[in-house]
Each structure stands twice: as structure tokens, then as C-alpha cells.
């Protein structure tokens, strides 16, 4: 008997205002329980990874390595990886990588268990890892918008982090009770053994794929059209300039925690367990307040006073004598880390279009772990250079300070645009379709030579807009004998890339084109002329 549809009703003020509201829709409520898993056994894969290194090497970067071979792959396969789940079944797709990671979890419980085990074995299949979470996590991304109504994707990302932070206590928790009563080997046997039954979950979902009638994109282009979005757009350029700041810096405490807590007064396995549950439990107590936060404040504003509360929260781990002093630090690192993270990951969600959602999230999620990865290796160069103290007070002072340059030099945070869908604009038919040839588009307007800056001006956000819809380039012409009249000129690959563009028009879109038209004083609307290269 096949599912109904799942049937959104609008959510009441109160509603919207809840941290929890999105966990009364079943979908949501199904996955991100799965995703909660999945947490739980990436953070305990992560902490025997850790606590495994430091058995077999006290070297400083050694240690801070398995940090930058879990992150490291995100930033070199995100890109590809938004773009396959953009163009493919998200479904499948999801599927796919969480079996992925199940498979890599295999082959570590077998190496452990054989007793083959080394420094260098391990941080190959924590790399090997990481390529499951660079595939998981974009497609992940860009399925949460799907299963809540907008005013409460800020609430549902909130819980995506109550999702990784409670996994922080958990999967600590369960590996360090593991290693201490029965052996690393058997973390990485439970990883296994849940990693694929997260994988049988995720296959209950139920989801309609509908293909575009233009074909799927060819990976190349659809990777290259996430590019551009991004370097067109300025709101979520600032977004990754301040995201990749953070981690840069915050990563330094986890990537040396390992270290930390054997330096503390009585430290063990047991003391790294607890300072990462601490930083879980404060993440999830600041989640409870973060709807409030955000009314209370602008957004730069949080991330400003979130990131120094977390260098300060640094500079006391770095000087900290004992667990007494380490374990509030570390509940504040958390909670500084949950509003930053997510009031940045609200950010970047807000300025992506749906059909562009997991290249973009790919590339957010580039940042972080691209950030991650260079932050684990250069301070845990730092630290082997001088000591583990300094590293972290490097790395604190620093944080602030790059943060605060960056929210003085980096604009366009807080501007939003209407990003909804819109089939305003009607796609050309051609009695016979173009073969391949570059299209080349030419709009001419007939404008006030009085206004002509002023058009001018607004012509720069056309560019940004047809960029950012796929156009290969763009140029505004100017007619030397009429200095009234200017030509839009948009070049695109094809003439089926041309058509995409249509269906990735958005109501802002729309807007701007009545801002354009209000320059125009031709009697007709102006006239657009649509020509294909011919090959040599």
C-alpha cells in the first residue's frame, strides 16, 4: 500500500519560536535520528583513532594529523561531491555514501583486530573515512530544507548540531568505557555494526526524484556553475571568509585535546572522555537558547562575541591545572562553538537557491574542514615547536583578532535576498533546437544618458545574477554613435545550459529585472536577440 504524502501544516508563532518543532515532522524526525547516529560513530572512529595514535606515538604532529586525515578529504572532494548531489537521486546518493562508511569501518575493526595496525595505516583509512563524510555530509545539507518549512530551518539546523554535539558525549563516552573494559578493537567493531544499520534507516525514506526534462548536468559543468554562484555571491563569500576563520583557530583545542588531558593533573583516557562530553553538553544547552539569541542580536554580532568566548574559553584550557578548571572551560567552548557554527551554517543556507543548495553547503563545508586541516597541522606545528600551553594561546589570541578584522573588512553578511523560485520569465522555443555552439544572448536598452552611471551600477548586479545562473560570461556594451543605448550581452555554453538558466530564475531575480526595465524609454520593451556561434 503506498505512504501518503507527508502533510506540512504552517507552524504557529510558538512553534516556529521552538528549538524542538521540527521533530514533529516523521521524516525529519526519521533522519536526523539516523544522523545522530551517524555522529556517534564518526566521534567514537574519531576518538580511538586519537587515543590509538597517542598509544603507539607521543609525537605532537602525529597526533594532530588524524585530525587533518579526517578533515582534509572534505576540502578536496566536497566541490565534486555537492555537485553529484545536486544532479543525481539525493536518495541514493545518501544511501550510498552512508555504506561507504560502513565498508571503511570494516576494514578498521579487521586491521585492529589482526594487530597490523600503524601510525601510517591509520591515517589512510581515517582519510579513507573522510571520503565517506565528504560525500555524506552536502547531500545531508541540502536535504534538511526539504523536511521543514522555512521558518524553521534556523530551529532544524539548531537540532543538526544538537545531533553532533550530543554524539560528542555519547560516542566519547561509549568509546572510552570500550577502550578501558574491553579494547579499542571492539569501538570499531560497534561503528561498523551501526554504520550499517544507519544505512538500512536511511533506505526507508521515501522520496521523489523528478529528473529535469534538460537532461542531468555533466559533472564538470554543474561543479563550475557552484563556482561561480559562489564567487558572485558576496553574502555567502563572507560567510566562508568568517567560517574558515573560526575553525582555523577553534580546531587547535580538539586537534591537542588528546595531549590536554593527558598533561592534567590524573589525566587518561577517561579525562579526554569527559572534556569532550563537557564541549558536547555546552553545545546542546546554548542550542535551547539560540532561537532567543538570534532575536536578541544581529548575526555578525553573535559570531563576533561567540568566537571570543571561545579563544577565551582556549587561553584557560591552555593553562588549566585540572579537570576542575578544564571541564567549565570546556562546557563554554561548546557553547561559544554551537552559536557560531550555526548561526554561520543559517547564513549560508539563506543565500543558496535550491537548486545550487549542496554545491554551496559542499563548498561551506570545504571551508570548515579545509580550515580544520590546516589548523590541526599548523598548531600542532606550533605546539611541537615550543609547547602545547603556547599553541593554544597562540591560536586563541589570534582567532579574535582575525575574527574582528574580518567583520570590519569582509560586507555584505547581513544582506538577504528573495531566493524563492519563480517561472516569471518564459524559456525561448526553437522550431529547430541549436546543435552545439556557444548561445550568445544581446538585450538592448534604450536608457536616459543623464542616468547612464546609475544604470551602470545596477547593470554590475545583472552580472552577478547571470553569473550566478550559470552564464559563461557577461558584458555591457555601449553604443558610441547613441550614447542612450547599452547591449547586455550573456554568453552561455549551450543552448541547453541556456535554458537551465530559466529554471533558476528567483523572485530577486524578477525584481531586478523590473529595476532594469525602469531605466528603459523605448516605446517597446527591449529587444533581445539570441544567436549561436558557429564552429570553425
Known amino acids: 500500500m503506498p505512504e501518503e504524502p507527508l502533510k506540512v501544516t504552517p507552524p504557529s508563532a510558538a512553534e516556529s519560536l521552538s528549538p524542538w518543532a521540527p521533530i514533529t515532522y516523521p521524516v525529519f524526525r526519521m533522519l536526523w535520528t539516523t544522523w545522530l547516529v551517524a555522529n556517534i560513530c564518526m566521534w567514537m572512529n574519531d576518538v580511538a583513532a586519537a587515543w590509538m595514535m597517542t598509544s603507539m606515538t607521543t609525537t605532537p ?12 578529504p572534505v576540502f578536496l572532494l566536497g566541490l565534486p561531491s555537492g555537485a553529484l548531489a545536486d544532479i543525481l537521486d539525493r536518495r541514493r546518493y545518501f544511501i550510498m555514501t552512508q555504506f561507504w562508511i560502513a565498508g571503511v569501518a570494516t576494514l578498521l575493526c579487521i586491521a585492529v583486530i589482526a594487530d597490523v595496525m600503524t601510525p601510517p595505516l591509520l591515517l589512510a583509512l581515517t582519510f579513507a573515512n573522510g571520503i565517506g563524510l ?17 521558518p524553521q530551518l534556523p530551529a532544524a539546523l539548531a537540532l543538526n548540531g544538537v545531533s553532533m554535539n550530543a554524539s560528542r558525549i555519547i560516542g566519547p563516552l561509549v568509546a572510552g568505557a570500550l577502550i578501558a573494559g574491553a579494547g579499542t578493537a571492539w569501538v570499531f567493531v560497534l561503528n561498523a555494526v551501526l554504520s ?26 554543474a561543479m563550475r556553475v557552484g563556482l561561480q554562484f559562489v564567487r558572485q555571491s558576496h553574502r555567502l563569500r ?7 576563520l573560526f575553525f582555523l583557530h577553534s580546531t587547535a583545542l580538539l586537534a591537542l585535546l588528546p595531549l590536554v588531558a593527558r598533561n592534567l593533573h590524573g589525566g587518561g583516557a577517561g579525562t579526554f572522555t569527559l572534556l569532550l562530553a563537557s564541549m558536547g ?4 544547552i546554548a542550542a535551547m537558547y539560540l532561537p532567543r539569541l538570534r532575536q536578541m542580536m544581529p548575526r555578525d554580532t553573535l559570531v563576533l562575541r561567540s568566537t571570543v568566548l571561545q579563544s577565551a574559553s582556549t587561553a584557560v584550557m591552555a593553562l588549566a591545572p585540572n579537570i576542575y578548571v578544564a571541564v567549565p572551560a570546556m562546557l563554554l567552548n561548546g557553547m561559544a562553538w554551537i552559536a557560531c557554527a550555526n548561526s554561520l551554517s543559517v547564513s549560508a543556507q539563506l543565500s543558496l537557491p535550491d537548486w545550487v543548495r549542496a554545491r554551496g553547503m559542499s563548498m561551506y563545508q570545504m571551508a570548515i574542514m579545509g580550515a580544520s586541516a590546516l589548523g590541526a597541522a599548523l598548531w600542532g606545528q606550533v605546539a611541537t615547536v615550543t609547547s602545547v600551553p603556547t599553541g593554544l594561546l597562540v591560536a586563541a589570541l589570534s582567532g579574535t583578532v582575525t575574527m574582528l578584522l574580518a567583520q570590519r573588512w569582509v560586507t555584505d553578511f547581513s544582506i538577504e535576498e528573495d531566493l524563492t523560485p519563480s517561472r516569471e520569465f518564459k524559456a525561448p522555443v526553437a522550431d529547430v533546437p541549436p546543435g552545439a555552439g556557444h548561445v550568445v544572448v544581446t538585450i538592448e536598452y534604450l536608457i536616459d544618458p543623464a542616468r547612464a552611471a546609475d544604470f551602470r551600477a545596477l547593470m554590475q548586479e545583472s552580472r552577478r545574477s547571470r553569473l550566478r545562473q550559470g552564464a559563461l560570461d557577461w558584458a555591457l556594451l555601449r ?7 547599452y547591449i547586455e550581452q550573456i554568453i552561455d555554453e549551450s543552448w541547453t545550459e541556456h535554458l537551465r538558466r530559466f529554471d533558476r530564475v528567483t523572485a530577486s531575480d524578477v525584481a531586478l529585472r523590473e529595476r532594469k526595465l525602469a531605466f528603459h524609454t523605448g516605446e517597446e520593451p527591449p529587444l533581445v536577440n539570441r544567436c549561436v556561434v558557429e564552429g570553425a
Do not use: Y
Request: glycine share 6%; hydrophobic share 55%; proline share 8%.
Open 61 to 72: 604532529i602525529w597526533v594532530a594529523l588524524v585530525q587533518s586525515a579526517s578533515t582534509l
Open 134 to 150: 565528504a560525500m555524506r555530509w552536502p547531500v545531508f545539507a541540502a536535504i534538511v530544507p526539504e523536511l521543514v518549512p522555512r
Open 196 to 221: 550499517v544499520i544507519s544505512g538500512f534507516i536511511i533506505m526507508r525514506w521515501r522520496r521523489d526524484h523528478v529528473p529535469s526534462p534538460l537532461g542531468r548536468e555533466r559533472l564538470v559543468s
Open 238 to 244: 563572507a560567510v566562508l571568509v568568517r567560517v574558515s
Open 281 to 284: 553538553a555546552g553545545a546542546i
Open 479 to 485: 553604443d558610441v554613435g547613441n550614447p542612450g543605448r
